[in-house]
């Protein structure tokens, strides 16, 4: 058998939905761009469906062709032919599930990172214990090796924020989440512990919601905003029940800044979260 074709990145897949965008904003068909550009129509699509690869010029090109003069957003683009590696999460391929790989990759690649947790702590701000222990409550029941391989994958996650000019990242808790003692009262006063610590990270914003807050827009689910280099690539993670999801859609990227927004302006500032955090771990 012929060797199969790796599965496009998350970022080549991304780079042709915009080219896509960009071209369907223009009027103009596969075939009509394909003759712009001196291809078939084949190659237009293939771009556009990230299975193959494409240079800086001709993304520059394909913009020419339709019309976008917006500069930053092109270049943001161009920008995104040049790393063609494999990432870590790779490894992981064959062990998880492909929406945490492209999770890994999301991450990666964003210029700033803002979340939102009710029940839980945010992944890349939990211990290992505390993610174990939130494992071993999935249901259907993982296997313990399954449990494992999470665990690795989201604490490799985590490097994103020590990594050499680490992206700006706030985490919006929610009170119930630094309550919750998943794994028993150890693992939680640990939990607690970890983040105060985090807290102070210079990159690292942790702001609490506390219960006597006003209300705000509830999320059925966790939600991870990744800033790209340009609003328009910018990425929402949703962590619902039934697997993750990337969504790039202009009016869910609206929907989403504005609720994150909403909960951000009644949640007590890092000084008092930090403060809330310490009565909450003395009393655990």
Sequence with gaps: MPPSTPL????????????????????????????????????????????????????????????????????????????????????????????LLDLAEAEHHATALRVTQVITIPGLLQTPEHARAIFRE???????????????????????????????????????????????RETACAQLAHLLTLS???????????????????SGHGVDYFHGPVTQLDTVHLDAAHGGQLVDAAASLERYRLMLDRMESVALDPTDSRDLMHRIAKSA
């Design 138 to 184: 999935f249901v259907p029941a993982l296997m313990p090796h399954e449990v494992e391989y999470r665990v690795s994958h989201r604490i490799k996650r985590q490097a994103v924020l020590f990594r050499d000019d680490p992206p700006p990242y706030t985490a919006i808790i929610h009170e119930a989440a630094l309550r919750m003692q998943f794994g028993g």
């Design 8 to 99: 496009p990145t998350v970022r080549r897949r991304r780079l042709g939905i915009e080219l896509r965008r960009l071209r369907e904003r223009a009027d103009l068909s596969a075939t009509e761009a394909g003759v712009l550009l001196g291809a078939t129509q084949s190659r237009i699509s293939n771009i556009e469906a990230g299975r193959y690869g494409v240079s800086a010029e001709r993304v520059r090109t394909l913009a020419r062709n339709y019309d976008c003069t917006d500069i930053a957003l092109i270049e943001a683009l161009a920008a995104m032919t040049g790393d063609r590696k494999r990432g870590w999460w790779e490894e992981y391929r064959e062990m998880l599930p492909s929406a």
């Design 200 to 218: 102070e990270r210079p990159n690292i914003t942790i702001v609490v919601i506390p219960f006597d807050g006003t209300t705000f827009p509830v």
